[in-house]
Each structure stands twice: as C-alpha cells, then as structure tokens.
C-alpha cells in the first residue's frame, strides 16, 4: 500500500476501491440497502459536520444529547410510549439487541436468579439473539412455531423456568415477515414475572404506518423493551438504531460503569465508548426532514410494491409464498430454488438463497422499500419466469464433505470456485450442511476473506 498521496489521488482510489462493491442498482436489491428517498444532501452534510464529534462524553459534545434525546422522543410517540420509555441510540440492531439482553440478565441476577441464565425465543428470532447469548453466557431456548411461522405463546411458556432472564418476540421475523403473537407471549412472560423484549429492528419503523397492523408496542402492558432500526425502513444512513425500555430503572441495567482503574472513570451507555457523531447525526437529519408524514407515504409505496409482487406470485404454481407477510418483506421457495435464485441473479436482481432450517425450506428473501416500487412489476414477473425456467438443482460432487475440512483446507476450495458462475452449487453445499456445520463454514470462509 502507498502512502503521502495527494489529495486527488486518494479521492481517485477510492473511486475505484467504490466500484469494486458491484452495482447496488437502485431497486434491485433485497438485502444491506434499504433504497428509498433522496436523503443523502442533508444526510451527507450531518456527517460531515459531526464526524469528529465523539460521543465518549456528552457533556463535552451536547449535540449527542440532543440528537439522541430527539431520536428516543421520537421512537418513543411511534410505539406508543408515555413519558416514563427512556432509551439509546445504538449502531445497529445487534447492538440494540445485546444491550436489551444485557440489562434483562443482570436485572435477573439482580433478582436473585440461580445457575445458568437462558433466553426463550421462537426459532424464528433473529441471530443477534444468538449471538447476545454466546457473548453473555445465556443459554438459548428455541421454541416451535405455528404453519405460518408465528411464536406458539404455550410452547414459549413451556420452556420458561426459574432461570429465564428473557422472553422474546418478534414483529416481524426477519425471514417470514410475520409478526409473533405479542400480547399472547407478553401475557405468558409477564405470568411468570419475566423480562419480555419485542425485536422491531426491522418492523418498527414500517407496522405503526400500516392501518391494522398486529399490536405489537409500548401499549401492551407486558412489553418491557423493543429494538428498532432506523437504518432499515428508517431509511438513514447505517449505524442508527434504538433500544427502549418502559422505564428508567429497566435501562439502568444496560449501563456500563467502572473506576477501579488509574485512569477517568468510564460510564458508557451502549457498547461503544468513543464513537463519531456521523451516524447519530445523519439519523437525526433523516428523520427530521421525513417525520410521520413522509414515513407513511414510503411505507405505503414500499406496500404497494410488496403487494404487486405478491399479486402476482400467489397464483403461480411455480412460486410458492411461505407465509403472508405483515410487513414489507416475505419468503419465496421453488421446486428449484438454487436454480432459481441463480437465474434471478443472471437477471440482474442481488438476491441470495437461505439455507432451510427445521419448518423453513431453503427459499429467497425479499425485503421491498418504497425504492422497489418503480422495478415490481418486473421484479414480479421475473420471479415467476426464472422459477419455471431455474434448471435442476446441482448436484453436490460426490464425497464433498465440508464439515470435515479445517479453514486452511476451505479457503483452498473457495479459490478454486467462482462466486457468481457456482453460486448455486455453493448455496446447495450449505443447505447440505447441519447448523453447526454450516457455522463453522461460514466462519472459515470468513477467516479466508480477512487475510
């Protein structure tokens, strides 16, 4: 790598290092961007203003105050909170995610809980909930769900015991988008005096826009925390999340404090210390320029795209809709499925095929914004062609066992394959694969990347 350029050199490298991430074209993509309004004056201008503001003490930085007091203010009259719902902006919402857990388990340690702590969740809960439990030593208690993937609230109370810290839901889940029956589980958590955390990182800036959607929000008594990002159908720049709590002495357990070492006393909200005002402010301006009323049109364009496609889909034998969604977003399988999200790709759509898991069969996943709505009815009939015209799945080579090689050994076969001509053979060889294989693949590929 060279270094001491100047600055049109740098600008131009990385023009060229920008390009290399492929086109995300406006509207054909389905998952990392969430394609909306022209945001990007004004969200490009917070940033740029903000960037070296730092948030390790707000009392050093105000306008972290008030941006991050304005932004919980605002979740808080979305989802039906009163004046005592208090909370954080966070990067993402794994952050969010993890903090909720964090405080719901050291509340249960606090409350004079035993042994091993767990979380309770239907199968269809998130991966952060996953990973909040390996890093905080939580044992993870999937639960069953119904044929239209929705939490069963009698199989989440029968996995609920003294040592609970948590029970979660989901509105929606991120694969099916189908919102959990919340007052159901709420009601058996609350039975049991149990924290209950409402994950909507993805719904909750979209169902309180959709006349009818499922009761999911601060206005169900049991609720006691909900995640929600504004990155996704907030449609502000990445890393812009919020994590809520009823009340103040609910998130007093997400924070961090210490003094028993040489230096400053540290007392941090989130995960973060230091972190730039960038993100925080770009969110701030997003939501200020769009407020409810431009919210409700793009939640009504991204309806109205979701809808033409489903319009379409449904009553085509070659596609088959896993469940109907209450948001934005749905699952789609076919009698070829790594056949068909490959033609898809051929045809200029970013769209992946997911791996089956218990009731969930490998299917593709779309979640659709306002910005899909111009491209649907392509989107539409393209979903239907490729399915009838896919091919036949590939075939794995024979004796390919992949939970059997180390990282060294994967990262060899992963350069001996091209990702776009063998994406679908590639997705098939996951599928093959149990869940804790398929994890220890994923991660030595990822150990391959990271050089």
């Not at 007091?69 to 969010?96: C, M, W, Y």
């Not at 199989?155 to 948590?166: E, F, G, P």
């Not at 609720?223 to 999340?241: E, M, R, W």
């Not at 070492?261 to 005002?277: D, E, I, L, M």
Request: glycine share 8%.
């Amino acid at each position: 790598m060279e270094y001491a350029r100047s600055v049109d050199d740098v600008l131009a490298d990385l023009a060229e290092i920008a390009a290399s991430d492929g086109s995300w074209g406006y509207g054909r993509a389905f998952t990392y961007v969430f394609d909306g309004p022209d945001l990007e004056p004004v969200t490009t201008a917070a940033m740029r203003l903000f960037a070296a503001s730092n948030g390790l003490d707000p009392t050093a930085f105000p306008s972290f105050l008030r941006f991050e007091n304005d932004l919980v203010a605002f979740g808080r009259g979305l989802l039906a909170g009163d004046e005592d719902v208090v909370g954080s902006v966070t990067s993402g919402g794994t952050e969010s995610i993890m903090l909720a857990v964090k405080a719901a388990r050291d509340r249960a340690r606090g409350g004079g809980a035993t042994g091993r702590l767990n979380m309770v969740a239907p199968i269809t809960a998130h991966a952060a909930f996953h990973k909040a439990a390996a890093y905080l030593d939580l044992e993870i208690r999937t639960t069953a769900v119904d044929e239209q993937f929705r939490g069963i609230a009698d199989d989440v109370a029968a996995a609920i015991d003294d040592n609970t810290a948590v029970v979660v839901a989901s509105a929606p889940s991120y694969t099916h988008g189908v919102v959990d029956p919340i007052a159901e589980v709420g009601a058996v958590a609350a039975q049991r005096g149990k924290w209950f955390h409402v994950d909507a990182c993805v719904g909750g800036m979209v169902l309180p826009f959709i006349d009818g959607s499922p009761q999911f929000d601060f206005s169900i008594d049991a609720v006691d925390s909900i995640s929600v990002d504004l990155h996704k159908y907030g449609y502000t720049p990445k890393g812009a999340s919020l994590v809520l709590y009823r009340n103040a002495e609910l998130r007093s357990h997400q924070y961090f404090a210490t003094a028993a070492w040489t230096g400053y006393p540290v007392a941090n909200a989130t995960v973060q210390s230091t972190k730039s005002g960038a993100p925080l402010a770009a969110a701030w301006a997003a939501v200020r320029r769009l407020g409810e009323i431009g919210y409700r049109q793009l939640t009504a364009d991204a309806r109205k795209a979701t809808n033409l496609v489903l319009d379409t889909i449904r009553p085509a034998p070659e596609v088959d809709l896993l469940a109907e969604p209450d948001a934005p977003l749905f699952a789609v399988t076919s009698a070829n499925v790594f056949a068909h999200g490959a033609a898809m790709r051929r045809r200029g759509w970013v769209v992946g095929v997911t791996p089956s898991l218990g009731p969930s069969p490998a299917h593709l996943h779309l979640t659709v914004t306002a910005g899909h709505l111009p491209l649907a009815a392509e989107l539409a009939a393209d979903l239907v062609a490729t399915a009838a015209a896919g091919g036949e799945d590939p075939v794995l080579p024979p004796g390919l066992d992949l939970s059997a090689l180390d990282p060294e050994m994967i990262g060899g076969l992963l350069d001996s394959f091209d990702l776009d001509r063998d994406r679908a053979l590639i997705d098939a060889a996951v599928d093959s694969l149990d869940p804790d294989a398929r994890a220890a693949v994923i991660s030595a590929v990822l150990q391959h990347l990271y050089r």
